[in-house]
């Protein structure tokens, strides 16, 4: 069973970075799909990013995030991060990164294991 903990969210203001991390623990996060989500509220959670098990290396970008979010994953330290720069207010939500054992579309639906979410507000 994966265990995922997010970190690195909190207030940054419009055109800044941050950088956001998920450790793992419990299993190797080699062979699943990992992904980043984001719920704002009264919104649905949607898919920001998604990489495919790390033989494929496949990823995903939501079309408001590209050229501004890189998804990677660091194999030793089984942790995944999201750099974001150029922030917008539009950005802000609740940040999520889940793992599973389908690569699709960055449905929620494909991701089994959950973290507990990270706070990231963009505000001047």
């Known amino acids: 069973q994966v265990q995922l903990v997010e970190s690195g969210g909190g207030l940054v203001q419009p055109g800044g970075s941050l950088r956001l991390s998920c450790a793992a623990s419990?299993?190797?996060?080699?062979?699943?799909?990992i992904g980043w989500f984001r719920q704002a509220p009264g919104r649905e959670r949607e898919g920001v990013s998604c990489m495919a098990p790390i033989h494929d290396g496949s990823t995903f970008y939501q079309s408001s995030v590209k050229g501004r979010f890189t998804i990677s994953r660091d194999k030793d330290k089984n942790t995944v991060y999201l750099q974001m720069s150029s922030l917008k207010p539009e950005d802000t939500g609740v940040y999520y990164c889940?793992?599973?054992?389908?690569?699709?579309?960055?449905?929620?639906?494909?991701?089994?294991?959950w973290g507990q979410g990270t706070q990231v507000t963009v505000s001047s």
């Open positions: 419990g299993s190797t996060l080699d062979n699943y799909a």
């Open positions: 889940a793992a599973g054992r389908l690569w699709g579309a960055c449905w929620p639906y494909e991701y089994d294991h």
